[in-house]
């Protein structure tokens, strides 16, 4: 059965039932960091850095991010799974025709490219503004934001709307960046979620200046979802914004929690956002198998994603 999905949805914020995140109090202090998720705050000259780093040469030579998850796998994948079971993790394989295509999109406020330096070298992932009590929240894979393990990324930006190399609503940094720890201490590919809080620009909150999308947990699996990225690799260009859609499907390796649709999105694709019909945000772009062509997954989002997200949230 057709689907419809308006883009325009993910350009405001939407209101949240009670499975999607709630607004906290205003004056409530920022929330303690739980068990099980890794919180950084960003010193403020690492912040004046990055906004100065990014020049239009710096974004388009970023590597594709899908690179960093080599020889990265879930930490406890089903008993029958061989253990060098072939996996090509961050962007889907491209099979021969007939086979799907990522659509043309145009620009949507609240999706842009991610920036960030990792390990001395520079990345591009995708991300997108949610909703939350500060305004300033940006989602994405965590992949994008921490090594896994090891470090978390620097030069950390937000750029919205992007397209062929414009910034038209800026270049936001990240003051703070959270992962579970899962992913933190040991690359847990069932945990490839993140969240990024940026600074105001020019006196307004990033929700304020392009909009946020609500965001869900814990919903049923099998869903449709459309999807969202910058596919940078081949045979894309990551210049412009693609999209895929489809009803999502558990992992048949069953080597993850992770669910997929059909997608030919590439690596810079990695982090955007997948939406439920109802325009929440609900998965990301994650990775893809070698052995499976043009399927991209995207991490569960249950009470792990949930309690990352809250840590962060009014942070």
């Known amino acids: 059965m057709k689907r419809s999905f308006r883009a325009g949805l993910a350009g405001v914020a939407l209101v949240a039932c ?37 020049t239009p040469d710096r974004m ?38 007939p086979q799907p295509k990522a659509t043309n999109e145009n620009p949507v406020r609240n999706i842009g490219k991610v920036f960030f330096t990792l390990n001395g070298a520079n990345y591009v992932c995708s991300g997108n503004s949610v909703s939350a009590p500060n305004a300033s929240l940006v989602s994405t894979a965590a992949h ?3 090594s896994g393990p090891g470090a978390y990324a620097t030069n950390w930006v937000f ?69 969202y990225g910058y596919p940078a690799a081949s045979p894309f260009n990551g210049q412009t914004l693609k999209g895929c859609s ?6 048949p390796y069953r080597q993850t929690m992770s669910q997929g649709i059909p997608c030919d999105m590439t690596g810079g694709s990695s982090g955007g956002p997948w939406f439920l019909s109802s325009g929440a945000q609900n998965s990301v772009n994650s990775f893809g198998y070698n052995a499976i062509r043009n399927v991209m997954f995207g991490p569960y989002y249950g009470t792990v994603a949930q309690s990352t997200y809250s840590a962060i949230a009014s942070y």
């Not at 709630?22 to 960003?42: C, I, Q």
């Not at 899962?182 to 020019?202: C, E, H, I, N, R």
């Not at 489809?246 to 992992?251: E, H, S």
């Open 18 to 54: 009670s499975l999607l995140a709630a607004p906290l109090a205003a004056n409530a202090a920022p929330p303690e960091v739980p068990p099980g998720v890794d919180r950084r705050a960003v010193p403020a000259a690492e912040q004046a850095a990055a906004a100065e780093y990014w």
């Open 60 to 97: 388009r030579s970023a590597i594709p991010a899908d690179v960093l998850l080599q020889g990265k796998r879930a930490t406890t994948p089903a008993p029958e799974v061989a253990a060098g079971a072939p996996v090509t993790y961050g962007k889907p394989v491209k099979g021969d025709a």
């Open 144 to 146: 994008c934001v921490h």
């Open 159 to 227: 750029v919205p709307a992007y397209q062929n190399g414009s910034a038209p609503y800026g270049r936001w940094t990240a003051t703070a960046l959270v992962a579970p720890s899962q992913w933190t201490q040991s690359g847990d590919m069932s945990y490839d979620v993140a969240f990024a809080k940026v600074a105001p620009l020019s006196g307004r909150t990033l929700a304020a200046t392009v909009g946020s999308t609500a965001i869900a947990f814990n919903q049923a699996r099998g869903l449709w979802y459309k999807a």
């Open 246 to 251: 489809g009803t999502a499907t558990q992992d």
